[in-house]
């Protein structure tokens, strides 16, 4: 029962937070959501940020399965650059319980280090990814720049999305031009 509990939890404080659009939820009501007490959800996890993080690891971990199966099926470095692009920006990503999860970790970040620790995870292979499949395409001194670009237009597309910017563009199509412009310029100096 414990991993049906466990998932219960996650689910029911993803879908808290995104209700609340804030960390400020309590043990209870997430309990209450789950069907479980909240002594239950104390046992499992500790306290709140720490349910907080299982939800976001469960977060990462569905985005990272959306990367490895776009990944999958490419078949040239463009093409994989590509599938994070088009992962990143999944209409999965964009269900407002997960937006919520996904602004209140940015947050939480600043001042947990379990969070920044998370955060840093999702930053190192979201740069690894993109580097990998840069490599072959520019030249060594163009990849920690370019893959920084990309993964801040990714990120930074995604907060503007996600908050309903107005005139906001389409996030795949605005990163997909920032990569043919990285693919097709010269060396900078």
């Known amino acids: 029962m414990e991993p049906i509990r466990r998932a219960a939890l996650v689910k029911a ?8 659009g804030s960390l400020e939820v309590t043990v209870s009501q997430i309990a209450k959501r789950a069907g479980v007490s909240s002594g239950l959800a104390h046992h499992y996890f500790g306290g709140k940020e720490q ?4 939800a976001m690891r469960h977060i990462l971990s569905v985005y990272g399965a959306q990367v490895r199966v776009a990944l999958s099926i490419a078949t040239t470095p463009r ?7 088009l992962a990143s920006f999944e209409a999965s990503n964009f269900r407002s319980e997960v937006v919520g999860s996904w602004l209140n970790f940015y947050v939480l970040a600043h001042r947990s280090v379990g969070a920044k620790r998370l ?17 072959p395409l520019i030249p060594e001194s163009q990849l920690e720049n370019s893959a920084q ?7 930074g597309l ?12 389409d996030p795949i199509s605005i990163t997909k ?13």
Do not use: M, P, W
């Not at 404080?13 to 609340?20: K, M, R, S």
């Open 51 to 54: 349910i907080f993080l299982a």
């Open 13 to 20: 404080t993803i879908d808290e937070v995104g209700l609340a």
């Open 79 to 85: 093409e994989r650059l590509e599938g994070i692009i």
């Open 119 to 135: 955060l840093s995870i999702y930053q190192r292979r979201l740069r690894s990814n993109l580097i990998h499949d840069l490599r």
């Open 149 to 155: 670009g990309i993964a801040a237009l990714i990120d």
């Open 177 to 189: 031009i920032y990569l043919a412009s990285i693919l097709n310029q010269k060396e900078v100096k």
């Open 158 to 169: 995604y907060i503007r999305r996600s908050l309903g910017a107005q005139n906001t563009s």
